[in-house]
């Protein structure tokens, strides 16, 4: 307890500079945070991937739609299950700045390919059973107040309604979806690829084709085989297509953000440098100003053990507060942030391996930091130190 008190009094001499030391520590941890778990977030749904899915895509880009009838004839191909198109749509709710994932697909394929796809409210059945049906992700009915039974008017961007560009695409919602795992985001709108069909076959532009394809494997199936005959399906045209098992094509999209992780850990070791160096500075001038102190405590009988732990403790104490209130601002703005970056980072959440290193990092930092002012103080003689005031 008397540590602890002079432990509190010495950082106190100083409030502003400790003040301004603490506040750097909560900015550094809360950016290390919320960096790491934009990468982590990224790389779930790689580790997520199922082993039984592969996706089919233009070997030109991702944003090159394939025929409309190439999903009949791949599903042809000896091991292929089930195959369920997919469209992104790239529509907004309201105002542009309500943006999210909208995809029109196969209703009783997505189900059955999507397991993990659990419904929390409505039910499959009820989105089966309605041309204009949808089904939402949690959160993002959660973000919208939406209800099973409402009407969702969705403005499409890259699909205008055949009735005119203001008017919109409506949706009665039938259901509530938790993702029990991280490949898929509950920031998604599904609605049926028939109504997405007929309503664009009246318009001018005509249906597009299909942006992706899911195919759901039998049970043991050579997946390698599999992608080499899908592959060699349209080898001469009309449109070349590139199979890839879904981890891949996971890896694949994360890739369209640039070299993400390098990037982040750059960002997040320059910070940490740099609070590092902060601290050290701090710790060092708290040691010049308690040399005459530290000289007392020794003419008084402290062993130099225990005058280096008081040093040690003020570094620690230091980083231990400040680097726990980043922590936790991380954690309170956890679900804000998880809204915000939803459209690009969705399921963005703070897992348990961040928050452990987050919380070895603030010791370590704390040891660092402390270890300089309390070596040289163990070092001290009582007459230099007090010699030094006279």
């Given at each position: 307890m008397d540590l602890l008190r002079l432990v509190l009094r010495n950082l106190l001499r100083h409030p502003l500079r400790t003040l301004l030391t603490m506040g750097s520590l909560v900015v550094a941890f809360f950016l290390m945070c919320t960096l790491r778990s934009l990468v982590t977030t990224l790389e779930a749904g790689t580790s997520a991937a199922a082993t039984d899915r592969l996706w089919v895509q233009s070997a030109v880009s991702l944003f090159v739609e394939m025929p409309l009838s190439y999903p009949e004839r791949i599903a042809q191909v000896d091991g292929v299950e089930e195959v369920c198109k997919w469209q992104w749509f790239g529509g907004f709710y309201q105002d542009e700045s309500n943006f999210f994932a909208q995809f029109a697909v196969d209703p009783d394929e997505l189900m059955s390919c999507y397991p993990e796809i659990e419904m929390i409210?409505?039910?499959?059945?009820?989105?089966?059973?309605?041309?204009?049906?949808?089904?939402?992700?949690?959160?993002?009915?959660?973000?919208?107040?939406?209800?099973?039974?409402?009407?969702?008017?969705i403005i499409g961007a890259l699909f205008p309604h055949p009735d005119g560009?203001?008017?919109?695409?409506?949706?009665?919602?039938?259901?509530?979806?938790?993702?029990?795992?991280?490949?898929?985001?509950d920031r998604t709108l599904f609605f049926q690829w028939e109504l997405f069909e007929e309503t664009l076959e009246a318009s001018e532009t005509g249906l597009p084709g299909v942006g992706a394809m899911v195919?759901?494997?039998?049970?043991?199936?050579?997946?390698?085989?599999?992608?080499?005959?899908?592959?060699?399906?349209?080898?001469?045209?009309?449109?070349?297509?590139?199979?890839?098992?879904?981890?891949?094509?996971?890896?694949?999209?994360?890739?369209?953000?640039?070299?993400?992780?390098?990037?982040?850990?750059?960002?997040?070791?320059?910070?940490?440098?740099?609070?590092?160096l902060a601290c050290i500075n701090t710790m060092l001038m708290a040691a010049r100003e308690q040399r005459r102190d530290i000289?007392?405590?020794?003419?008084?009988g402290f062993k130099d053990g225990s005058v280096a732990s008081v040093l040690l403790a003020q570094s620690l104490t230091l980083c231990t507060i400040g680097g726990l209130a980043g922590i936790g601002l991380a954690l309170i703005t956890e679900?804000?942030?998880?809204?915000?970056?939803?459209?690009?980072?969705?399921?963005?959440?703070?897992?348990?391996?961040?928050?452990?290193?987050?919380?070895?990092?603030?010791?370590?930092?704390?040891?660092?930091?402390?270890?300089?002012?309390?070596?040289t103080a163990r070092r001290a003689k009582v007459i230099d130190t007090l010699a030094a005031h006279d």
């Open positions: 409210e409505g039910s499959s059945a009820d989105f089966l059973a309605r041309r204009d049906s949808c089904i939402v992700g949690e959160s993002l009915a959660n973000q919208f107040g939406w209800k099973v039974g409402d009407r969702i008017p560009a203001d008017t919109a695409w409506e949706f009665e919602l039938a259901g509530i979806y938790r993702p029990q795992t991280r490949n898929i985001d195919l759901r494997t039998t049970k043991g199936s050579d997946q390698t085989r599999i992608m080499r005959e899908v592959d060699a399906l349209y080898e001469n045209g009309p449109q070349r297509v590139q199979t890839t098992t879904e981890a891949e094509f996971q890896a694949q999209f994360i890739s369209m953000f640039g070299n993400v992780p390098f990037f982040v850990s750059a960002i997040g070791g320059g910070v940490f440098a740099a609070i590092l000289g007392i405590l020794k003419a008084l679900k804000s942030i998880g809204l915000a970056m939803g459209a690009f980072f969705p399921g963005y959440a703070i897992d348990e391996r961040t928050l452990i290193a987050a919380v070895v990092l603030v010791v370590l930092v704390g040891l660092i930091a402390g270890l300089a002012p309390a070596w």
